[in-house]
């Protein structure tokens, strides 16, 4: 089973179950344990309430399954509006509707804790991809 976990509907990825980020959650009790050869997160983990979902999303992945996450890491996003790279009002609008401000190294840290094996770990500017397995 390959999973795409986003709020943008319009990032299809062909042979991947589309989950939408709806109302700050993730319906990821639909997916068995154990289930998923990947798993794509493609920038919406700030948006999910869940404190528990980077563990019980860990659960879902199948031996050797892997976890990819694509998103905005915090630290940059602070960083770039300090050094004026960012205005300020896009930055208040954009951590307005998020639940939580994630970075690299927070997210890696609670992959490990999980039992994942961080596979890669790039930043690119503000963005912070990172792959894991299990």
């Given at each position: ?93 954009y951590v ?16 490990k804790i ?5 596979i890669s ?14």
């Amino acid at each position: 089973m390959k999973v795409t976990i986003t709020s943008d509907m319009s990032r299809k990825i062909d042979g991947y179950i589309m989950m939408p980020v709806i109302q700050s959650s993730v319906r990821i009790v639909d997916i068995p344990t154990n289930a998923c050869e990947h798993i794509d997160i493609f920038n919406c983990l700030d948006e999910i309430k869940s404190e528990t979902f980077l563990q019980d999303i860990s659960n879902k992945l199948r031996k050797n399954g892997i976890l990819s996450l694509v998103g905005v890491d915090s630290l940059a996003m602070c960083d770039s509006v300090v050094n004026e790279k960012v205005d300020k009002k896009d930055f208040v609008d954009y951590v307005k509707n998020k639940h939580y401000l994630w970075d690299i190294e927070e997210i890696s840290s609670k992959l490990k804790i999980a039992g994942l094996q961080i596979i890669s770990a790039k930043m690119n500017g503000m963005l912070y991809e990172l792959k894991a397995t299990r």
